[in-house]
């Protein structure tokens, strides 16, 4: 089951991607990212690990745009 993310999921997690990229993953961003994951999760009634698995998947390795 694909679960379906907003958009301001995907914004916070590319930011803790990147601040963990340059070594300098804030604990203000880990800990926003988690709050929307597991409210998220909650709202959906799905496990929160589903929904951050997803999310990272997401984020960390986009798949590639259909050629024009």
């Known amino acids: 089951m694909a679960i379906e ?3 301001e ?11 963990q990229q340059a070594g300098a993953l804030t604990v203000e961003t880990a800990v926003a ?3 929307a994951v597991t409210a ?3 709202a959906l009634g ?3 690990y589903d ?14 745009e259909p050629a024009v």
Do not use: G, H, M, S
């Open 40 to 42: 998220y999760a909650k």
């Open 33 to 35: 990212v988690q709050a």
């Open 51 to 64: 929904v951050e698995t997803e999310l990272k998947k997401r984020v960390r390795y986009p798949e590639p």
């Open 9 to 19: 999921l995907i914004k916070l997690e590319t930011k803790a991607w990147a601040e």
């Open 5 to 7: 993310l907003t958009d």
């Open 46 to 48: 799905v496990p929160r």
